[in-house]
């Protein structure tokens, strides 16, 4: 069991594991026999190395004392491996993978199923993540449509409307763009200082993948569209919500937007909005809809019912704020994070993730101090327009208390906000667009938590 705990000298949060009786083994561990395993795990090592340097200087290996996992060859080492799946089937992870899933919360607008699930941010690696793994947000529920029964129509303020089959659609010439799509609620119960405890919970409404589709002005231009008076377009998904959202016309003309059928390589998952669904790169995931069946082009936004009611920001004044769509410049440190240990002091690698609406990250800065002083991170490459980011900085843990922050910069010269700069624009009863910086405080336990600093 204390094997399966260890990842390299962090301990994994909870989240990672399956059963409640995990959770409890991990925190019990942490409090109570901490330091005497890793004062074992040390041993341990150190009599392997033992073993080791006796071979290679052609000595017997001691059996007592050593580690069984490098002086006995394994099963794997010695005897033929399986062949391709017998079912020819779906590749999957590696059974030993499996506590990295997505996780459900009910503290979000539901239906009779659950209607959200979050990305398990810590356990990502670079910037895709994988499409078992992607964030979800369901309004009505989610469905696997038949695709050549699905059907896009193109109305509205057009020469002449079109109507086009998925098989019409695949045949148009296609682009693949890397863009991350956060859901407009991300990180919404840090606006009440609710202190969920890891990074899942409080960021893991969002995803990065690779699209493939046609851009939406390719169709827009076939069905003849006014692009001088239609300013702006009504995308409606074939959901139970008949979800529908307005995106301007200077998103479309601008060739960003994409008719997506493909992700990460592959069509659409059904939970994805398969076999057909927008994306608006750098706009809130709720305009991205999914199971996309029309397009209608206006000269006016259409203050539908989820534009009207749901994802407008309450001001200070009372007043509502409408179509802020546009996901601004952020970022969170996703290890060390809340939910894990560190287990010894020295050397560790702060990594985590930054991105903006308006375009490319050009800098994240780290405090291991509350803010009080910032060092720059690396960018780890490819470095995109409205996609994830990777950054990386060293840090050498002295075993005193630590809090540690990420603070991004974007290509326009937007600086993410403290909780105190955004609140005194936005003031305390938002539920959208929270970009503040994230703080995560490292006790001298080693025990990594979730806290507030304005």
Not at 30 to 58: E, H, P, S, V
Not at 154 to 181: A, Q, W, Y
Not at 322 to 348: A, N, R
Request: with cysteine; aromatic share 8%.
């Amino acid at each position: 069991m204390q094997e399966d705990l260890i990842s390299g000298r962090i301990r994994k949060a909870p989240e990672n594991f399956l059963t409640p009786d995990g959770i409890k083994t991990v925190f019990a561990e942490a409090k109570q026999g901490r330091r005497n395993f890793i004062r074992n795990a040390f041993a341990a090592a150190a009599a392997g190395a033992a073993g080791t340097a006796a071979l290679a200087q052609g000595n017997p290996v001691p059996t007592e004392g050593g580690d069984p996992n490098i002086l006995n060859l394994p099963e794997h080492s010695t005897g033929l491996g399986q062949g391709v799946a017998s079912d020819g089937g779906y590749g999957h992870p590696s059974k030993y993978e499996a506590n990295v899933q997505r996780r459900q919360s009910p503290g979000l607008t539901q239906t009779t199923q659950a209607s959200v699930s979050f990305a398990p941010l810590q356990s990502l690696f670079g910037i895709i993540t994988p499409s078992g793994l992607h964030f979800e947000r369901h309004h009505q529920g989610w469905w696997d449509i038949d695709p050549s029964k699905h059907r896009l129509m193109i109305n509205g303020m057009v020469k002449s409307p079109k109507v086009f089959t998925m098989d019409e659609i695949m045949r148009l010439p296609s682009v693949s763009r890397i863009h991350f799509i956060e859901c407009g609620a991300n990180t919404a119960v840090e606006w009440g200082n609710v202190a969920v405890p890891t990074v899942q919970y409080t960021h893991g409404m969002v995803s990065c993948s690779e699209f493939t589709g046609v851009p939406l002005i390719t169709l827009l231009e076939l069905a003849g569209a006014d692009l001088k008076k239609g300013k702006f377009v009504l995308a409606e998904g074939a959901d139970g919500s008949s979800m529908t959202r307005t995106i301007p016309m200077e998103l479309i003309t601008s060739g960003e937007v994409i008719v997506a059928y493909g992700q990460n390589g592959e069509m659409l998952r059904p939970e994805q909005g398969y076999p057909l669904r927008l994306v608006v790169p750098g706009v809130q995931g709720v305009s991205w809809v999914k199971y996309l069946r029309r397009i209608e082009v206006g000269d006016m936004p259409y203050a539908t019912k989820d534009e009207a009611v749901h994802y407008i920001d309450l001001l200070p004044s009372g007043q509502h704020r409408q179509y802020s769509s546009i996901q601004e410049c952020k970022s969170v440190v996703t290890t060390p994070s809340g939910g894990q240990v560190l287990l010894d002091k020295g050397f560790y690698n702060i990594t985590g993730l930054a991105w903006s609406g308006r375009g490319k990250v050009t800098r994240v800065d780290v405090s291991v101090d509350g803010g009080r002083n910032w060092r720059t991170a690396r960018l780890e490459g490819p470095v995109q327009r409205k996609a994830l980011t990777r950054f990386n900085i060293d840090w050498v843990w002295d075993g005193k208390p630590a809090i540690i922050q990420s603070r991004a910069m974007d290509e326009t010269g937007f600086v993410q906000p403290t909780y105190k700069q955004l609140r005194a624009v936005r003031g305390t009863r938002s539920i959208y667009h929270n970009n503040a910086i994230q703080s995560w405080l490292v006790q001298e336990s080693g025990e990594v938590k979730n806290v507030q600093v304005s």
